[in-house]
């Protein structure tokens, strides 16, 4: 049974950055694709980074050139780095993963994630 469990989120002010982890407990398999998706209130789930087992990376177009995603295999961990982040990015934080391939860009559905993670919380006010 594969578990995610995130942390890092909290309140900030605009602009101020921060940093979300994702624990899992195990990779499954040599491919796979990890992904952050966020909710807001009222909102659908989406996407907003990826990677993939090869190294390659996809961010949704609202967080490109603030956000980075990685992984510390070593670790099993993945983070989120946000620089710079905006009112509009409050919301839940969610870890996805999928295990037994590689292709992994931001579009891909939520529906091809079969494990997720509890969610954390991030609140950036202005």
């Known amino acids: 049974q594969v578990q995610l469990v995130e942390s890092g989120g909290g309140s900030v002010q605009a602009g101020q950055s921060l940093r979300l982890s994702c624990e899992h407990s195990a990779y499954t398999s040599a491919w796979y694709c990890m992904a952050w998706f966020r909710q807001a209130p009222g909102k659908q789930r989406e996407a907003v980074a990826t990677?993939?087992?090869?190294?390659?990376?996809d961010y949704a177009d609202s967080v490109k050139g603030r956000f980075t995603i990685s992984e510390d295999i070593a670790k099993n961990m993945v983070y989120l780095d946000m620089m710079n982040p905006e009112p509009e990015d409050t919301a839940m934080y969610y870890c996805a993963a999928s295990y037994g391939g590689s292709w992994c860009p931001v579009s891909r559905p939520r529906t091809a994630f079969g494990h997720w993670g509890q969610g954390t919380q991030v609140t950036v006010s202005s």
């Open positions: 990677i993939a087992s090869d190294g390659d990376t």
